[in-house]
């Protein structure tokens, strides 16, 4: 069972936690978590391109030229694909780019990407911020002393309000509640900050 240093906001070390080896012990699985971040961008996304085929576009309900005796190729609308204005072939058209990916490849991720996390030293464990009103300074100050100078995200309880609304507004942070975590947000970054109540509700439910 691994251990990890529990800091305060300040940098300093006020405990240990055991770490659960099931959720960070374990060896990446680097195909699951890749088909889970691809599958959480592809819902995403909008869908909401539209071209027009031949029928949609606009003009073109007359036959340009008579069938024969002209000495031209035979057409039958202006507004066919070859003609400039006309329909588009094979165009994109409103569609839903999510796919289902199981519940069971989705906690694999997360406990790969938690792992691979601690293995490569870029996880923190915070005991608290414990803000008693929204500070945009003193979050920046906490960023400092913990070291994270890089794009950092930062897990936290869900009714932790006054940390959220502290961090929110920092550039090159993240912070998200512990119920919204997902692989891509615990893979997007350079540091990964967690509250200690965040690291309980993570083991307890990917445990």
């Not at 906001?9 to 195909?31: D, R, T």
């Not at 029928?55 to 073109?60: F, K």
């Not at 930062?154 to 090159?172: G, H, K, P, Q, W």
Request: contains cysteine; charged residues 25%; positive net charge.
């Amino acid at each position: 069972m691994a251990k990890i240093e529990i800091k305060d906001a300040s940098g300093k070390k006020v405990n240990e936690a055991n770490l659960n080896a099931a959720v960070f012990g374990i060896e990446p699985n680097v195909h699951v978590m890749h088909t889970v971040v691809r599958a959480y961008r592809a819902a995403m996304r909008q869908g909401t391109h539209d071209t027009k085929t031949r029928g949609e576009v606009r003009g073109g309900g007359k036959k340009p030229w008579r069938q024969k005796g002209t000495g031209r190729a035979r057409q039958g609308t202006i507004r066919a694909p070859h003609w400039v204005g006309g329909g588009t072939v094979f165009g994109p058209h409103p569609r839903s780019y999510a796919f289902r990916v199981n519940r069971k490849e989705v906690k694999l991720a997360m406990r790969s990407a938690l792992s691979a996390k601690l293995a490569d030293e870029q996880l923190i464990v915070v005991d608290g911020f414990n803000f008693e009103k929204p500070s945009t300074k003193q979050a920046a100050a906490a960023l400092k002393a913990l070291g994270c100078d890089r794009r950092t995200t930062i897990v936290v309880a869900d009714d932790d309000v006054n940390t959220y609304l502290s961090f929110r507004n920092i550039e090159r942070v993240n912070i998200i509640p512990v119920s919204e975590a997902n692989t891509m947000e615990l893979v997007d970054n350079k540091v990964l900050v967690l509250t200690a109540a965040a690291l309980e509700r993570l083991e307890e439910v990917l445990a």
